[in-house]
């Protein structure tokens, strides 16, 4: 497809779905679930189907020798099917956002003003590897009111595809506007280009993938930004901290899937209690083929420990690679993360209540976990249903973004003749 072709292409899909979402905006609750009910119903019934193109995905990328991480985020199983017509199911159940009444006032006996929830617009997601966002986004956009521009990358074009192909489909027989759901089916890095310029027609753009791909679109756009930045995540183990509690999470943190966001990549473990728990934490993370990188006094603990970098502690590995740091005390656990984290998902395992709460208070991050583990920050574990994305930033929405993140305010003023004076 020459550039030319290409900028035509994704213009008239962004009109397309500018004119979906003032449909859109009208819609009620039962409208909006019939056509996530319909939704769901058509990837179940096509489950084979999707599977079979994740196949020819998966296939190519390891011809291409992608990493196994990748190859892990670009997987679909059937379980994994079922999860994402769980999440279409947990939205259903939500109560529609759209026209909720957040203040109300009379400032004056003649005037009264309501601040109300409105969708967007069009919401344009560029994303990398995992097929799921296709159907979470898709879901958390028609649920908010809203159109949706999908451009998933290159690795995962026919798992996309057939993705897309079900779900508009099925929408639209069960009354969705045809451009509700807009699909950008070249890998031509020129379109996310096109893309960045049409802020006339998009309204907010949500990167999620690599920290290049997010830098690349915050540089360049004319769309407002709502970032999914990386995920170096910490687990701090305090000197007050269970140990059987700690090790249980520590490992669930870094190795019930190393390839994500919320997996931890850094372990910090205060001096009093090191001793005693690192010894049980090699142990597993050994089985578990874990690779270990490792300050001084860790390495005096495990000697067969790697010596950890400056580097490292910068490092989101997407990897069964963990680096641990020994600290002297909380405030040094909270400098360090404040220092090298991304204000993603951090944790402290402790039993003492005055310490979690200055590690809650003092940490930035858009989530602070207390004896738990910084997999859980999620949208359908923290109830949204499933998520669009973890922004990292303070401006709109922070953390796991559900429907009410995808909606914006409007003031209803009403009068009775009122005039300013």
Known sequence: MENGEIKQTVLLKAILAKEASRVLSLMDANQKNNILSAMSEALQQNTKEILSYNETDIKAAKEARITLSLIDRLT????????????????????DPVGTVIEETNPTADLNVKK?????????????????????????????????????????????K????????AGVKAGMPAGAIQFIDTTDRAAVQEILKLDNFIDMLIPRGSEELVKFIKNHSLIPVLSHGKGLCHTYVDKDADIDMAVKISVNAKCQRPAVCNAMETLL???????????KLHKLYTEANVELRGCNISK???NS???????????????????????????EAISHINKYGSMHSESIITNNEETANKFAAEVDAAAV????????????????????????????????????????????????GTIRN
């Open 305 to 331: 420990m790697k010596s950890a970098s400056e580097e490292d502690w910068n490092t989101e590995y997407h990897d069964l690679k963990l680096s641990i740091k020994i600290v002297n005390s909380l405030e």
């Open 76 to 95: 679909l199983t059937k379980e994994r099917v079922e999860s994402m017509i769980k999440g279409i199911k947990d939205v259903i159940s939500l109560c």
């Open 116 to 160: 109300i929830r409105v969708p967007l617009g069009v919401i344009a997601m560029i994303y990398e590897a995992r097929p799921n966002v296709t159907v979470d986004a898709a879901t958390l956009c028609l649920k908010a009111g809203n159109a949706v521009i999908l451009k998933g990358g290159s690795e995962a074009i026919n798992s996309n």
């Open 300 to 302: 005096n603990i495990i």
């Open 269 to 279: 473990i205060h001096k009093d209690i090191a001793y005693a728990i690192l010894p």
């Open 369 to 416: 976990f207390i004896n738990a583990s910084t997999r859980l920050h999620d949208g359908s574990i923290f109830g949204l249903g499933c998520e669009i994305g973890i922004s990292t930033q303070k401006l709109h929405a922070r953390g796991a973004m559900g429907i009410k993140e995808l909606t914006t305010t409007k003031y209803i003023a009403k009068g009775n």
């Open 162 to 169: 057939i993705l897309v192909k079900i779900i508009r489909e």
